[in-house]
């Protein structure tokens, strides 16, 4: 019978989060390291990603910075394999790092290097952060990938053609490999955001704004809290028997 999540429902689990210097990624470290797990951030940005992993440690967590750039694939490989080797072993992955680099413009607008260059981060660097972490998450009895998505591919955000394509495509992916996983035990699932307020939706217009915050059945802006929880819950053992699922977590903006 699986246990409440409590605060130290991760204890001992060794977290890589792709994309966690800042925003969500930042909240999902914050989070796992407070519930007891030994965290690697992963990230192109090194400087935030080494301050947070050692503001980490100074609160007696368990935290490791490994640089990433998702574009890659060298980098992919050594940063999974870094991390396993530092943490001896990876229980759970979060594969949260993306770009949008196409907000604003039409699809008749996109050039094929933006669109290359969003779908090598998001889709391709989803797929290969998980084939080089699968060796260490085979080897784990309590393994789980949890894909960021995002609730613009279920609602088909305009002028966003790029990342919206990317999104669906990890939804897929998700659906895909948790099937392929399985068979190890490893549970595959997606979380899909509304928009968040972080710093890395600063570039979005006001009118997209106010567009989700009329638009959602709970009418106040989304912040990273409100992600954490279900993403948490996802690596825990309450949810060993969950996989393959897409859970939207917009405010009801887009309701399954």
């Not at 130290?8 to 989060?17: A, F």
């Not at 007696?60 to 060298?74: Q, Y």
């Not at 591919?153 to 939804?171: E, T």
């Not at 915050?213 to 989304?222: E, F, I, M, P």
């Amino acid at each position: 019978m699986s246990q409440p999540i409590t605060a130290s429902s991760l204890h001992g689990r060794k977290v890589l989060i792709t994309g966690a210097a800042r925003g969500l990624g930042e909240s999902f470290a914050r989070a796992a390291a407070a519930a007891g797990a030994h965290v690697t951030i992963a990230d192109i940005l090194v400087e935030p990603g080494q301050a947070l992993a050692q503001a980490l440690r100074a609160q007696g967590a368990s935290a490791e910075f490994v640089p990433l750039d998702l574009a890659d694939p060298a980098s992919v490989e050594r940063a999974a394999q870094t991390a396993a080797e530092r943490m001896g072993g990876i229980d759970a992955l979060i594969n949260n790092g993306a770009i949008t680099n196409s907000g604003g413009k039409l699809a008749t607008e996109l050039s094929l290097d933006a669109w290359d260059a969003v779908m090598d981060v998001n889709v391709r660097g989803t797929w290969l952060m998980t084939v080089a972490a699968l060796p260490s998450l085979r080897q784990s009895s309590c393994a789980s990938v949890v894909n960021i998505a995002s609730d613009t591919a279920l609602w088909g955000a305009p002028r966003l053609l790029a990342y919206v394509a990317s999104k669906g495509a990890v939804i897929a992916m998700t659906r895909s490999l948790a099937r392929e996983l399985g068979e190890h035990g490893i549970t595959v699932n997606a979380v899909a955001p509304g928009l968040v307020e972080v710093e890395a939706t600063a570039y979005v217009p006001a009118a997209r704004h106010q567009q989700y915050l009329q638009g959602r059945a709970l009418q106040r802006a989304q912040v990273p809290d409100d992600v954490t929880g279900p993403v948490m819950f996802l690596l825990s053992d309450a949810a060993r028997f969950v996989t393959g699922q897409v859970l939207p977590v917009n405010g009801g903006f887009v309701m399954n």
